[in-house]
């Protein structure tokens, strides 16, 4: 199952936000999911902005069964786009915490 990891980005710093993706990767796919991590769909460029960050990230999700949730994601417009687009599109959604065992 392909699994889309939404959270909060902005705000944080870089390296802190990427970090916490791909530890989340990394705990999806020892569950056995096919986790899609946001930092690695589009290029980084200085020019790029926050919109066009959000058109790769939307294409993710659309290309996913289910989203994990960040604790966070209630504090980020991306975030908070990501998960009613899922909800529309009637995905599975996980929250952090939830798959613990």
């Known amino acids: 199952m392909k699994v889309y990891i939404s959270g909060k980005i902005t705000g944080y710093d870089l390296k802190v936000a990427e970090a916490k993706f791909n530890e989340s990767e990394e705990f999806l796919r020892l569950k056995g ?18 919109k066009d960050y959000m058109i790769d990230a ?4 659309f ?18 786009i990501e998960y009613q687009i899922a909800k529309e599109l009637n995905l ?10």
């Open 33 to 50: 999911f096919n986790p899609i991590n946001p930092f690695k769909l589009s290029e980084t460029h200085p020019n790029k902005m926050w």
């Open 58 to 61: 939307i294409r993710g999700v």
């Open 63 to 80: 290309d996913c069964d289910a989203i994990y949730m960040h604790d966070d994601w209630g504090q980020s417009k991306g975030a908070r």
């Open 92 to 101: 599975k959604v996980m929250f952090a915490g939830e798959l613990l065992n």
